[in-house]
């Protein structure tokens, strides 16, 4: 994105860093980040410019946030589990295992969708069959021998887990599961989702593709109809997002850093004036030479190049790391590391970490000296795509 002639360097309009590369921050950004950048050293247009390159921004999630206090009964985690494990397990015949079939009377005049399950040959009208019950735009029953073909396809990671204050039949059972599914071929919904009901000893007793909702969609439509986060989501949907949570959880430094997106900044021999400090040039590099960096809030200048990612790592990941809040940071302009996206990780000792992210990547890895996971999801302001426990 170009810039046009010189502006202050006050207010929240433009930061020069270094050499006099600007930084442009479109809506509010958080209030640190600002500080961070208020006091660095202004100069005019003359010197030379640090710009990005050809933006691949995602686009702003647009769906209703869900919002909601998550629950830490563990009678009600223990019956979701084995079913949340079998739909990421991506195994139709595991998930088959804990289906549980509900008797129907069937009809030898089925009217399409909505009706009652066919009767089978020889079967006459209003017998007993045992369907598992369905829906897309709207519901359908499937007999046991059709379950392989209809849920190919149709398993994926868990958004969440929930319990509903009143249960009414298969298609409203006591426990409701989204996950993600993959977009069909042609299609313009770019991230599907599904409903699975689990009754109280958690067998799986009704699936629904959700007409194309996302899984944030049916999330919201749950709360709102009063029922309470079993398991709070470690995906959210979003790609750039869900990729760098992966890495984190799996305690894999190595895919965490092919989520690095670094931004250009002008380096300078000797780095001066206030934070952010321009990177030091490497030996053979004159003042003013753009070079990859991210971003590292408390750490060593605050610009770290690829060739120190390991270091900035080290002692960030763990085993038993999880996500305490994932929050969507409104409509910014994704140029120069500037995120959309914070997410906060907590360890077994509750010392917290985060993740700045934009639409290309991680652009900076954030704690304050605390290191309270709540503190630092508040450092920013926006809105939760996974809120805080309670």
Do not use: H
């Amino acid at each position: 994105m170009a810039e046009g002639n010189s502006r202050s360097c006050s207010g929240v309009g433009s930061t020069e860093v270094g050499m006099g590369s600007q930084f442009r921050y479109a809506g509010v950004f958080a209030i640190v980040l600002l500080a961070a950048f208020a006091g660095v050293g202004c100069r005019s247009d003359s010197g030379p410019k640090a710009t990005p390159s050809a933006s691949s921004t995602q686009p702003a999630a647009t769906t209703t946030v869900p919002t909601g206090t998550p629950t830490a009964d563990p009678v009600d985690v223990a019956a979701v589990r084995p079913a949340i494990e079998a739909i990421e397990s991506g195994d139709v015949a595991r998930v088959k295992a804990l289906i549980s079939l509900s008797s129907y009377p069937c009809t030898l005049k089925p009217q399409g969708a909505g009706s009652p399950p066919a009767c089978p040959d020889g079967s006459p009208e209003g017998t007993l069959v045992q369907v598992f019950p369905s829906a897309g735009c709207e519901g359908y029953f499937l007999f046991p021998a059709e379950l392989d073909q209809a849920l190919s396809g149709q398993l994926g990671t868990v958004y969440g887990a929930f319990r509903r204050p009143s249960s009414k039949g298969p298609y409203e059972a006591p426990y409701a599961i989204v996950s993600n599914v993959a977009p069909l071929p042609g299609s313009n919904v770019s991230n599907p989702g599904a409903l699975w009901g689990a009754d109280a000893s958690g067998k799986i007793v009704s699936f629904s593709s959700q007409c194309g909702a996302n899984a944030r969609e049916i999330a919201d439509q749950l709360l709102q109809g009063g029922a309470a986060w079993v398991v709070t989501p470690t995906t959210v949907g979003i790609p750039v997002v869900d990729a760098a949570i992966n890495a984190v959880l799996a305690d894999d430094a190595s895919a965490l850093k092919v989520q690095f997106a670094y931004f250009k900044a002008i380096c300078s021999q000797n780095p001066s004036g206030g934070i952010p400090q321009p990177p030091k040039c490497l030996s053979g590099e004159p003042d003013g030479t753009l070079v990859d960096v991210l971003l590292a809030v408390p750490g060593e200048g605050l610009y770290f190049r690829p060739e120190a990612a390991d270091r900035e790592l080290a002692g960030w990941l763990g085993a038993g790391v999880k996500v305490y809040s994932v929050k969507d940071l409104g409509d910014v302009t994704d140029i120069l590391g500037v995120p959309r996206y914070q997410v906060v990780f907590v360890d077994p000792n509750n010392t917290g970490n985060s993740l700045t992210i934009s639409g290309k990547g991680v652009v900076g890895l954030w704690f304050d000296q605390s290191r309270n996971p709540a503190q630092q999801a508040q450092l920013f302001s926006g809105t939760y795509l996974v809120p805080p426990p309670k």
